[in-house]
């Protein structure tokens, strides 16, 4: 079993729809959670990243993570054209990241 | 410095050529990655840098990967005798230093595309 389970779509949804994107993980040892933003043909960069349970907003984005669970999702507001892009769930142990597959969404304007 | 630079951008090779890319980290940061990207899934961790020490290496690098970071600074991962399974996205990351989370985010290049026909 892969340690980060993500749904890689493809979701499609029309400008301003909130978007839901979800992970699972297996190893109870994992204590911090980032998502990162892959455009096409170019590096993932860092969206957001937290420690804990709970939720932590930025802007349009939530983060939220369920340690119970061992669930892990993201949640775009009134999404843009511009957030089109892969959106990887990712867990960060010392120096390590472990990747999901991604999650390609597309906004339709 | 605008962020991590890798080149080439692309890479197109016979199966069996040996190949080189660089990657030069954000300037001062002492670790460096490298990830290997296949078509539908997400980065997988290959070896890091902490300043010129390789400090771990995942079994995905086989005997025909090599790394180095020579005086810290700039770092080359080599392919020798490449196979088409070889083709991928090779990205190489840094990050400031060791510690909490926040004191260690990694950030990408664009990454090396390697096609092996």
């Known amino acids: 079993q892969k340690e980060v389970e993500q749904d890689p779509g493809p979701l499609s949804v029309p400008e301003g729809a909130i978007v839901s994107l979800n992970c699972t993980y297996s190893?109870?040892?994992?204590?911090?959670f980032m998502w990162y933003r892959q455009y096409s043909r170019k590096g993932p960069e860092l969206l957001m990243y937290?420690?804990?349970?709970g939720n932590k907003e930025d802007g349009r984005f939530t983060a939220q993570v369920d340690k119970s669970s061992k669930y892990i999702s993201l949640f775009i507001r009134d999404s843009q054209p511009s957030d089109s892009a892969t959106y990887l769930c990712?867990?960060?142990?010392?120096?390590?990241?472990?990747f999901g597959k991604g999650t390609l969404l597309t906004v339709n304007p | 410095d605008t962020g991590v630079s890798q080149n080439p951008r692309h890479k197109i090779t016979k199966r069996g050529q040996n190949v080189t890319f660089r990657c030069d980290p954000i300037?001062?940061?002492?670790?460096l990655y490298w990830y290997r990207q296949t078509l539908g899934q997400g980065p997988e961790f290959l070896t890091y840098?902490?300043?010129?020490?390789?400090?771990?290496k995942s079994r995905l690098l086989s005997d025909r990967f090599s790394a180095e970071r020579p005086k810290g600074s700039f770092s080359t991962l080599e392919i020798q005798r490449t196979e088409q399974g070889d083709s991928a996205m090779y990205l190489c990351?840094?990050?400031?230093?060791?510690?909490?989370?926040?004191?260690?985010?990694?950030?990408f290049g664009a990454g090396t595309r390697l096609s092996v026909l």
């Open positions: 990351a840094s990050s400031a230093g060791q510690g909490e989370l926040a004191a260690n985010i990694q950030y």
């Open positions: 190893n109870s040892a994992f204590q911090y």
């Open positions: 937290t420690y804990s349970s």
């Open positions: 990712v867990e960060w142990s010392n120096y390590k990241l472990t």
């Open positions: 300037s001062e940061h002492n670790r």
């Open positions: 840098f902490q300043n010129e020490a390789q400090l771990e």
